[in-house]
């Protein structure tokens, strides 16, 4: 007897799930093509009025969209002529969805080969505190390089704002754009310019050597990054050293006979008073010394165990008989017992550690200074947009990817069955066969290639030949730049401990002298005028003392000026070498 389906309890009805997903996808659509592309020239503009970046913004993109524009043109162009072709607006849809699928798909793999790869090994080498320590004395040293860059870079570019303040005066036409780059300065920076600045010289318009408005919407420019930069580098550096100080704290602390973990810095952060209550010394020690590095261990295990799956799926989803694919089998098991719950379970848990997999790459990646994806508030608009742009481009060829390794999607798994919501949004990929048939069926296959060549680091190895410096262990590059960072660590900690030990030592003299001095204070406001009667006769005498001694030092410096020879000072030269002066004689 077959087992009766139920109606789940989270249950959605059939009519409003393509409803979403056509919202959702147009959306997004609409955002990575069109609105963020524009956005970010924006964001990147130097122009001091809202109408002065949106004129910069559409010149940038004036290109990027013709680009799409002169090849879908081209493309309807050839439909119309051709007769062979008689494709309704349905197909062109289609078409237009295949081709930006396509694109994401091919983003999608490399992405996901990397992620499937380098996040089980980096909780692995989590727990490994040997390695996590050296690798922070290697971010240290690279960062300092970039630190004193940023550094330099604002001191050039504040010094060609200083030239253009003083250039350009208080009545001329060009002054407000002065003073809105003045007012994305640093503190210490507006400070130094205003001190130095004379605003009563008059404007003189016969002169020619005055900065263009365009110079200066590139100094904006400028400034905007290099600002952004140096304030980025200097709240990284701080939050390098605390991670630098606390795997040092771990590692001495592993010895502990006292198994209570002793911090070398206060935490400058007040810590709530109820997670100082359960987070004990003791409870940190055991979780930082014994739990964690197992944990870390496990978990590893798991995500392996997890993308070992993923890589068998996406080689062997083509196949329906017999099914290969293991995430094509959870589902298809739960199907014949109508375990709606399982379902969703396991749909979750497959596209949560795909999504996993795939956008924290994005986080991962930094292209120069171009795109950078910072943490603790402190990455540029600019790369906040690219990230976006990214997401919005790998959400649909990620949903598509799913569905083709849970055997969900007709076009995969060749059987008579309801199409899924998101597959009747994207349409029949019939139109387009080769694609439907080839490209999106094999081409995942070359994620077994990316992460092989992740395992080995081939891309690591490929900056560092380069010239661009890597962590790789059998490097001697990185073992002078491990050196290095471990002086600076060092450094940084002894300025550090000096700075507590001052601290400390002022604490110490006022809680000791401080209720001294206020009673001190006290007793003689409270003497004053007890003493005041007798103030002329207790002055008088140390008075005269005093006059008499300042009188015998003084007789004793004129009579020892008037015992000195005067110089000549008319003479022709001065021979300050005595010898010579005998031997003239």
């Not at 996590?132 to 050039?156: I, Q, S, V």
């Amino acid at each position: 007897s077959k087992q009766k389906c139920l109606k789940p309890w989270s249950y959605i009805p059939s009519g409003i799930m393509p409803i979403f997903w056509r919202v959702v996808y147009w959306t997004s659509q609409f955002l990575t093509w069109i609105l963020l592309p524009f956005m970010q020239s924006y964001a990147r503009s130097g122009g001091f009025s809202i109408t002065g970046k949106i004129k910069t913004a559409l010149i940038e993109n004036a290109i990027y969209y013709g680009t799409y524009l002169l090849i879908f043109g081209a493309f309807l162009i050839y439909v119309a002529i051709n007769p062979n072709f008689n494709l309704q607006w349905n197909q062109l849809q289609t078409i237009g969805i295949a081709a930006a699928n396509t694109w994401g798909l091919f983003l999608l793999v490399l992405l996901l080969g990397y992620g499937l790869v380098e996040i089980p090994r980096s909780h692995w080498n989590g727990a490994k505190r040997g390695y996590l320590l050296m690798k922070t004395y290697f971010k240290a040293a690279k960062l300092m390089t970039e630190k004193a860059d940023a550094e330099e870079n604002l001191e050039d570019i504040m010094e060609e704002v200083r030239k253009v303040s003083e250039s350009i005066k208080y009545n001329h036409p060009l002054r407000k754009c002065v003073d809105t780059i003045l007012k994305k300065c640093p503190t210490e920076y507006q400070e130094r310019m205003g001190r130095n600045m004379d605003d009563y010289e008059d404007f003189d318009e016969r002169q020619n050597n005055y900065p263009s408005e365009k110079s200066l919407v590139k100094l904006h420019k400028q400034v905007i990054h290099s600002v952004q930069r140096h304030r980025r580098t200097q709240v990284q550096w701080q939050i390098l050293l605390e991670q630098a100080f606390y795997l040092e704290d771990v590692a001495k602390n592993e010895t502990s006979a006292t198994r209570q973990f002793v911090h070398t810095f206060h935490s400058q952060e007040s810590e709530n008073k109820i997670i100082q209550y359960f987070y004990t010394p003791t409870v940190e020690w055991y979780w930082e010394c014994l739990l964690r590095p197992w944990f870390y261990r496990v978990l590893a295990v798991v995500l392996a165990t997890f993308s070992v799956i993923v890589v068998w799926s996406e080689c062997t989803f083509f196949s329906t008989k017999p099914v290969l694919s293991l995430f094509a089998v959870f589902i298809q098991l739960a199907e014949k017992t109508y375990n709606y719950i399982y379902i969703e379970m396991a749909c979750f848990l497959t596209i949560f550690f795909l999504s996993i997999c795939v956008y924290s790459t994005v986080f991962r990646i930094r292209v120069f200074n171009y795109y950078y994806l910072a943490s603790h508030h402190q990455t540029d608009a600019y790369s906040l947009l690219f990230s976006g742009m990214l997401f919005c481009r790998l959400t649909p060829p990620l949903c598509l990817n799913f569905l083709g390794l849970t055997h969900m999607d007709a076009t995969i798994s060749h059987r008579n069955t309801q199409p899924t919501a998101y597959t009747s949004i994207m349409g029949s990929l019939r139109v387009l066969s080769f694609i439907a048939d080839g490209f999106y069926i094999y081409y995942p296959m070359l994620v077994v290639i990316l992460c092989i060549a992740t395992y080995f680091s081939l891309g690591t190895r490929c900056l560092n030949l380069l010239g661009f410096q890597q962590f790789m262990g059998d490097s001697e590059m990185t073992s002078d730049l491990i050196d290095e960072g471990k002086e600076l660590i060092r450094r940084e900690k002894r300025k550090r401990q000096r700075q507590e030990e001052g601290e400390n030592r002022r604490r110490e003299w006022k809680e000791r002298y401080g209720n001294r001095d206020d009673s001190t204070r006290n007793r003689v406001v409270h003497t004053d005028q007890k003493e005041s009667s007798f103030s002329e006769t207790t002055t008088n005498r140390p008075l005269s003392k005093f006059t008499r001694s300042n009188g015998r030092t003084e007789r004793d410096r004129i009579e020892l000026l008037q015992d000195a020879e005067p110089l000549d000072f008319n003479a022709d030269s001065v021979n300050d070498d005595p010898l010579e002066s005998d031997l003239g004689r």
